[in-house]
């Protein structure tokens, strides 16, 4: 039966997705169709946000093309509808048809959905829906087989790594806080997606939750946990709604079995992402990371051995279990297995969402299925991150290829800089976004990132003398090797990528007659 | 060795927005200053010359006080395009100390700075003011064509 | 009581199980600068002093918070180990606002000493003059925030020894301040019981008694140890040291 979906996640509600939502819903009603005849279902990310609102059309024919359109104004919602009955795509003479999307165009085509195979299809806001679409069948499976050490086994197999960007094998680590001498254990979804051009996870938390549920579920019960929590960012409203409807919608259903998932909402810090700090903010204290060892899985939230995992992470668990870890295994390339979600920004036509198999090229993920040209470099790893010149933009990409580069995967943002982008200033940015999210505790962190961004400031105006330049890196070598947390580990990061690649836009010394030293 | 076995020492002394008391300090070497003139030639100072213009070929020029208006940054240019040895003398020579607690009060472009955010400083003497035995062990191994080393709390400490 | 064996900068040493790279280091006599340990208060690893190159390990360990492990190998006196130290007094140098010959800590202050320790005769960075508040509200003490380097000294202190916890840390980053109570005037803090050990605690002038002025602090950072040890083993220094 023909179908209409309506992307409701963040982006498109931006661009006016409820109200092309309500239009169709009264164009339909103005047709004297009943809802029955005429599906309107409201779904998550579809995928293309630059040109959203986006919604998609579904043939009644079996197998039946999806059609897709972006940005329609709500006055033209009968037109849609209309298209929808008649099962074909807008004429050339429609007005419509400026509105099409190629539903085949690499964006898509190339796309290997694991962890968003659902995302866009099941509506976010009904557990029957979810469970229609065999979500939840994984959870029951294992529990019915009762073998966690098995369920642990086979991640491990599949090469899954933490995909909130320090890529620690998932397997290894479910088994560390597995084989912890007895008591109680927790697990805690790191939902604080903070990194600036990341919306992976929101795109999960907000579109398909109970994938994200039944993966922690899955966890709890493969390291013996009957407490979880799940820290998502304040700066999610639509996540948090989400998350808790599916929550209420589970305990009612009873489907968590003994398991107690609560939610807990964070309070605008980034440093939050950071595990230890997020256990401490759980906890009721300030989000203040403190020295590993010993790690959470040893010892974590209330003193406890506690597994963190990212959203990515374990949204991936149920697809893995479901299709196996060799199957898994068999995507992705050398010591980076699976497939990767990327949030694409920047400068390119289109942003959006893409899931590719590890060991993809940058280039294949920005210029064939982003549609980039003119571009200067790729920053990837956010502010942990570095940038991936246009020349090795064919470099695979993978923890260890991006690595080697100067840079890191990262949690998935991509941000497309553009030619005439200045790298000084790109540095500048993620540096004081560094300097303003530093928690304050550590001296190299709290104090280096406000001087490196007075530096990078010296040079964004043409004013950086050599001396200066000399004072920038050993003080990036010094918050890097010094600092106690990977923010300020990461933070010089950006600024040592742009001198690897870019380092002639730093050298532009003002001569001193004076030979005077660096600024008062 | 003898005073006459090598060139004497064209020693000068500048006070910019300081408040004299390293100078002072300066003169509590009592007569181990007859040491230092058996070496060195004083060619300018507030205390030790009445020579109006900062002269050429100095090697060694103390500098006391920190640069808070336009004559000290005129006069502190000179000192360095004149002079082989910058030695900041004192706290405010080197962070701006005392003179630079107006800045608590000042938009950043009317604010005190210290000698080095003008020029290239060689030598650096911390105190408020450097005692006398701490100016010594700077000015003795200049004397004898030997670079100071400055180390430990009685040579190093701040205040 | 197991014994283990590790080496420091080449020189094997033995320690009971249980010692610390920091305490290790005391006890071979290793000049180790450090500004947020205290004994007698919870390590925290905050000032990145205590840094130490760990063969075998990713990263540098602060000896305050790593406890020895059989056969480690530790260096101390690096090249880079002393460049880092360096820069990291220069940062809380050029943070707050340090004017050491108007202070009452004026010789009798850790960050003098820690200056002192890396060689420190001037700092290279950009001073950033920040608009910093004193609370002079307290009948005895005050607070000089324009001292402050946030070691975090005195909110252990106020939290462990006199379980008060009058003091702790408000916002993040370079704004982070020391607060009293729910950020109140510290006089109006009824939690406060005037037991100054966080005066005793503090490294700089930052937190002085009113009766000293400039140069005239008396320092007395081994209060904390001390009460730790009557605490734990209820002797006072006077009753003879603890075994």
Redesign the interface.
Known sequence: MARIRCCTASSCRAAGGQALLQALEQARRDQGLAPGALPIKAVGCLRLCARGPLVALDAAAHGGSQRLYGAVPPDRAPELVQLALEGHAAGDGSSLAAHGIDAEHPFFALQQPVVLEALGLVDPESLDDALAQGTYSQLQRCRADGQPAQLRACIRRSGLRGRGGAGYPTGLKWDTVALQPPGPRLVVCNADEGDPGAFMDRAVLEGDPHRLLEGLAIAAFAVGAQLGYIYLRAEYPLAIARLRLALQQLRQRGLLDGLDLQLRVGAGAYVCGEETALLASIAGGRGTPRQRPPYPAQQGLFGCPTLINNVETLAAVPAILRRGADWYAALGTGNSRGTKVFSLSGALPHTGLVEVPMGTSLRTVVETMGGASGVKAVQTGGPAGGCIPAALLDVPIAYETLADLGSMLGSGGMVVLPEGLPMPQLARYFMRFCASESCGKCVPCRAGTVQLEQLLGRFCEGQGTADDLQQLEQLCHMVQATSLCGLGQGAPNPVLGALRHFRHEFEQHRLEADGAGSAP | MSPSSRPRLRLATVWLAGCSGCHMSLLDLDDWLFELARFADVVYSPIASDCKTFPDNVDVVLVEGAVANADNLALAKRLRRCSRVVVALGDCAISGNVTALRNLCLPPLQRVVPLQAVIRVDLFVPGCPPSAARIRAVLEPLLHGRWPQLAGPDLLRFG | MTVLTLAIDGESLAVPDGTTLLQACRQRGVPLPTLCHLDGLQP?????LC?LELEGAA??V?AC?TPVAEGMVVRSDTA?LR??RR??VE?????G?H?????VA??A?EL??A??AV???????????P?RAVDASHPRFGLDHNRC??CTRCVRACDQLEGAHVW??A??????QIIAGLDQPWGSVEACTSCGHCVDACPTGALFDKQETC?ERQARPQRAAALRQARDHGRWHNQGVVP
């Open positions: 925290v690893g905050a000032c990145r840094l990263r540098l602060p918070l880079q460049a880092f820069l990291t940062l809380l140098f050029a943070e606002n004017v050491c010959a108007v202070c004026n010789g202050c003098q000493d200056a002192v060689g420190l005769d001037h700092g290279r960075l950009a001073q950033q003059w608009a380097i946030l702790d840390v916002n993040r980053g370079s704004h982070c140069t």
